[in-house]
């Protein structure tokens, strides 16, 4: 079950299938991609949450699988959003780390945490999404580096409703991603510094890697929200470098360039109303003890959601407030979105204006002139180079010296033993044909023919045609059986 888990909610390290799925239709990835069919493993957990909860001792004091693999993941992948330059795979890569949220809630026993968080995830991820599909319409691509930046000016809206999901997704007060994933980092009880009634005080790990993640999360939506909305409108440097190579048909075209425009109402209206729900579907689940509200509304979606069996665990799998915790989670989110705002949009932006080219990176930048940063960064340029590990290493040895393995097995041993098994067949068969079918079988249906034959000669004497020879024959037989009945009657 772990390992459905793992591989259907793209946890490390069998998430290598996500980010590529990310590649079909935008609306589609909206869908089964953020909301749906990728959380199905973690909707699992929680549905056989009894299962995992005593099969993994997750109310004990150690430290199991789930929660482990689920604070890796947030982690490592958030750190692969930052170098992606596709916007989907970057949406892509932080959905992996949202599911890394979610698991790791499951495991440390933050259960209605985790599909409250599932539950808004749904909101903010898939009007990303829907935003990134509305950029990639009118620029047509989904490059951030070559074929976007300055999109704010062409497309106001679609920027707007993209800050309201980005700072959803950043956990940042009041919308939802805060409520679901501050409550998660309570569930982890670790430190016991910040207060709050989830978790078990085992998962100090966990709490940091939720930290971490909070301020990856921050940070790499910012990168995002600069390179497609902010600095200079590249799409344009892209149509010149491919009219470059031209032929004399340059000319023609010279001013044929078209800047973005903004998405039609019917793009808008389900950005406006994911934007919407954005905001507001974090209050259904406030903290417990929050006075602003009845206790009645404060368990509301935590009635709404508890599967049966569920008060089977009822002390740690909802947590309580921690306003010290939400004080620190969000001064850090607010860190990772003030260092990514120093580096592009001062730093990178600044230097794009004074040399009036249009940057995405600053030149001399750290990974440039830091051999262990740039050792770094072609790590997560190569996603820790764990898709060589499977199309290179696992598939390449499957296909090269484990196929040839095989035909080898297959020519050599399996065909030798057909083959085999066939001559010897034949031969069987050759023994029965001659020894059983011409030797007993013939031998009977043509003995039996033989007899017929010389039954019919001795027969066809007696029929000879002539009435003197059958009288004769009749009298005979009478006289027999006259003589049988005198016999009978005698005794």
């Not at 100090?204 to 999360?217: I, S």
């Not at 729900?277 to 903290?287: T, Y």
């Not at 049966?308 to 004080?327: D, R, T």
């Not at 040399?355 to 740039?374: C, D, F, I, M, S």
């Amino acid at each position: 079950l772990m390992a459905a888990v793992m591989s259907k909610s793209g946890q490390f390290f069998l998430h290598t299938w996500l980010p590529d799925a990310m590649a079909g239709p935008t609306p589609v990835s909206a869908l089964i991609h953020a909301a749906t069919m990728v959380v199905a493993g973690i909707f699992m957990v929680a549905r056989l949450y009894p299962v995992f909860f005593e099969g993994m001792q997750i109310g004990g004091s150690s430290i199991n699988l789930l929660s482990t693999v689920g604070a890796v993941t947030l982690v490592f992948a958030g750190l692969l959003a930052f170098v992606q330059t596709d916007i989907k795979k970057v949406l892509a890569y932080s959905t992996v780390s949202q599911l890394g949220y979610m698991a790791m809630a499951l495991g440390v026993g933050a259960w209605t945490a985790a599909v409250f968080h599932l539950f808004t995830h749904a909101f903010f991820k898939a009007n990303l999404f829907l935003g990134s599909g509305s950029v990639a319409h009118a620029v047509h691509s989904f490059d951030m580096k070559k074929s976007m930046g300055g999109m704010k000016k062409f497309m106001p809206r679609t920027y707007i409703t993209f800050i309201i999901g980005s700072v959803a997704l950043a956990g940042l007060p009041p919308l939802a991603g805060f409520w679901s994933k501050d409550e998660i980092l309570v569930g982890t009880g670790g430190w016991g510094l910040f207060g709050g009634t989830g978790g078990n005080g085992a998962y100090t790990f966990h709490l940091l890697m939720g930290m971490v993640g909070a301020a990856l999360t921050a940070a790499y939506m910012t990168r995002c929200i600069y390179l497609t909305f902010h600095g200079e409108y590249r799409g344009n440097d892209a149509h010149d470098d491919d009219h470059a190579h031209a032929d004399d048909h340059d000319d023609a075209h010279a001013g044929d360039h078209h800047d973005p425009h903004e998405s039609g109402p019917r793009i808008l209206w389900p950005l406006y109303i994911l934007s919407g729900f954005s905001i507001l579907v974090g209050f259904l689940n406030l903290p417990k003890g929050f006075q602003l509200v009845p206790k009645s509304w404060q368990l509301r979606f935590e009635h709404f959601i508890e599967p049966a069996g569920a008060s089977y665990f009822p002390a740690i799998a909802h947590g309580g407030p921690s306003w010290s915790l939400a004080i620190v989670s969000t001064a850090i989110a607010l860190a990772g979105i003030g260092g990514a705002y120093w580096y592009y949009f001062v730093k990178v932006d600044g230097l794009a204006k004074q040399t009036g080219q249009h940057l995405t990176e600053l030149p001399n930048g750290l990974v440039t002139t830091n051999k262990l940063a740039r050792t770094g960064h072609k790590v997560l340029v190569e996603k820790y180079y764990l898709d060589h590990l499977y199309t290179g290493v696992i598939a390449g040895f499957t296909k090269g010296p484990l196929a040839r393995a095989a035909y080898w097995v297959n020519q050599n041993i399996i065909d030798g033993a057909v083959d085999s098994a066939g001559r010897t067949a034949v031969k069987v068969g050759q023994g029965v044909y001659d020894t059983i079918d011409q030797g007993v079988i013939e031998g009977v249906v043509n003995g039996s023919g033989k007899i017929s034959d010389a039954t019919g000669e001795e027969l066809r004497r007696i029929n000879t045609g002539k009435v003197q020879n059958y009288a004769a024959i009749l009298f005979a037989g009478a006289a027999v059986l006259a003589g049988a009945f005198i016999v009978i009657l005698a005794l």
